[in-house]
């Protein structure tokens, strides 16, 4: 189950994440740090496309809790995700692998 991911964003610390609908973003309070992403397919994919992180706060597994944020939500809304980011491709799903069931298929994506 989604919830049980082991990846940080469980913890009492965890930042806030909002998810601004109108921007199609997860981001924090202060707005500075955000996942984007645009909807496709209908509906039914969610395209991760970019994560902003302000220098000053990099490192700290700020990215990993915005990605959290969006998995989460895409899982709860039953959304394919296309992860065309490169942290979260790169980074975030080769250590969170237990959110490559919602990845949307190479055959789809050619559909799109
Ligand atoms: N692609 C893949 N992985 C990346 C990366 C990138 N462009 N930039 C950094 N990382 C990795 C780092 O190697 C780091 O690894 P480490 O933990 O072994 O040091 C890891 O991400 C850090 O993870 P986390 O702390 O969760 O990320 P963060 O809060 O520092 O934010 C970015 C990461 C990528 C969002 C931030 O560096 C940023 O905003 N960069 C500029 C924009 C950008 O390149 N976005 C990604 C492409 S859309």
New binding site residues.
């Given amino acids: 189950m989604a919830s049980t991911n082991p990846a ?1 964003g469980s913890g009492t610390d965890a930042p806030k994440i909002i998810w601004n609908q109108a921007q199609r973003r997860f981001e924090t309070e202060d707005k500075k ?1 955000y996942l984007q992403y645009l909807i496709k397919n209908g509906g039914k994919v969610m395209d991760m ?7 000053s ?9 915005l ?1 959290l944020a969006a998995f989460n939500h895409a899982d709860a809304h039953s959304l394919s995700v296309i992860p ?9 799903l080769p250590r969170n692998p237990t959110w490559n069931y919602l990845l949307y298929s190479e055959e789809k994506k050619s559909n799109l």
Avoid: E
């Avoid at 496309?49 to 220098?55: C, G, L, M, Y």
């Avoid at 065309?84 to 975030?92: E, Q």
């Fill in positions: 940080a740090a496309i970019h994560t902003f992180v302000p220098s706060k990099r490192g700290l597994g700020l990215a990993s809790h990605c065309s980011c490169s942290y979260i491709s790169d980074t975030f």
